[in-house]
Nanobody
């Protein structure tokens, strides 16, 4: 059974850091793309970062570029999203998702398997 599970969310002060994890099971990250998405209350889900199968490509939304870093640990079949210089507007539920496509994108409908989400709250 293909599955992705997020962890690592929480409450952090502005300017702080968090690392989110996306653990994959039932498939190899070597051939699947993984995307990170977020959804704030009343807003659409948006793609903020992704990494292609075999690290073929990466993507960062302008809103997170230079602050977030996506990486992959093949031995653990896990993708990470290191988030730094967090702002209140980063507050959202963060989701990871897997796509059968080799190259990743920010497009929600291209992803086939979704995690349950993890809450990130940036507040003083």
């Amino acid at each position: 059974q293909l599955q992705v599970v997020e962890s690592g969310g929480g409450l952090v002060q502005p300017g702080g850091s968090l690392r989110l994890s996306c653990a994959a099971s039932g498939f190899s990250l070597g051939i699947y793309a993984i995307g990170w998405f977020r959804q704030a209350p009343g807003k659409e889900r948006e793609g903020i970062s992704c990494i292609g199968g075999g690290n073929s490509n990466t993507y960062y939304a302008d809103s997170v570029k230079g602050r977030f870093t996506i990486s992959k640990e093949n031995a653990k079949n896990t993708v990470y999203l290191q988030m730094s210089s967090l702002k209140p507007e980063d507050t959202a539920v963060y989701y990871c998702a897997a796509s059968r496509r080799f190259y990743c994108s920010r497009i929600v409908r291209e992803y086939n398997y979704w995690g349950q989400g993890t809450q990130v709250t940036v507040s003083s």
